[in-house]
């Protein structure tokens, strides 16, 4: 379990409580020969390792802050005009202190307001804002 806090992301708890389980059935003499006592381990690491991951993984995976990690698809919604024109629909904007690669279906003139609609990796997909 010591390791576990390391960061082995419950690939070690499943194996601890295992060995706390046999310690138990060990302890209560439930089991007494050392063949069943590593079967019972093996059995119970792989069934108690395969419970946390199909019970506790979806658990994890939650955030309160999904976009953090993920800074293109946080751009999605920001409108910008161009400050340069994009030939051939490609080209790139400053947003903020970063300069981001874009791509439009069209080729578009500089000061034409656009909208980040998708990302295509650390691109950003890009579309004419509609007048409002």
Same mark, same amino acid.
């Given at each position: 379990?010591?390791?576990? $806090?390391? &960061?082995?992301? &419950?690939?070690?708890?499943?194996?601890? %409580?295992?060995?706390?389980?046999?310690?138990?059935?060990t302890?209560?003499?439930?089991?007494?020969? =050392?063949?069943?006592?590593? $079967?019972?381990?093996?059995?119970?690491? %792989?069934?108690?390792?395969?419970?946390? =991951?199909? @019970?506790? /993984? /979806?658990? !994890?995976q939650?955030?309160? %802050?999904?976009?953090? !990690?993920?800074?293109?698809?946080?751009?999605? &919604?920001? /409108?910008?005009? $161009?400050?340069?024109?994009?030939?051939?629909?490609?080209?790139?904007?400053?947003?903020?202190?970063?300069?981001?690669?874009? *791509?439009?279906?069209?080729?578009?003139?500089?000061g034409?307001?656009?909208?980040?609609?998708?990302?295509?990796?650390?691109?950003? @997909? %890009? *579309?004419?804002?509609?007048?409002?």
């Amino acid at each position: 379990m010591i390791l576990e $806090l390391v &960061g082995a992301a &419950g690939f070690l708890l499943g194996l601890a %409580v295992a060995a706390l389980l046999t310690a138990l059935a060990t302890g209560m003499e439930w089991i007494s020969d =050392w063949h069943h006592q590593v $079967l019972v381990f093996a059995v119970a690491g %792989v069934l108690f390792t395969l419970a946390y =991951w199909s @019970l506790f /993984r /979806r658990f !994890n995976q939650q955030s309160d %802050v999904p976009l953090l !990690n993920a800074r293109a698809r946080s751009m999605i &919604g920001r /409108r910008v005009a $161009l400050e340069q024109d994009l030939s051939g629909g490609q080209g790139q904007v400053q947003i903020g202190d970063t300069f981001w690669r874009i *791509r439009a279906d069209q080729s578009l003139q500089a000061g034409t307001l656009v909208e980040v609609v998708d990302t295509d990796g650390m691109t950003l @997909l %890009v *579309r004419v804002c509609e007048s409002s």
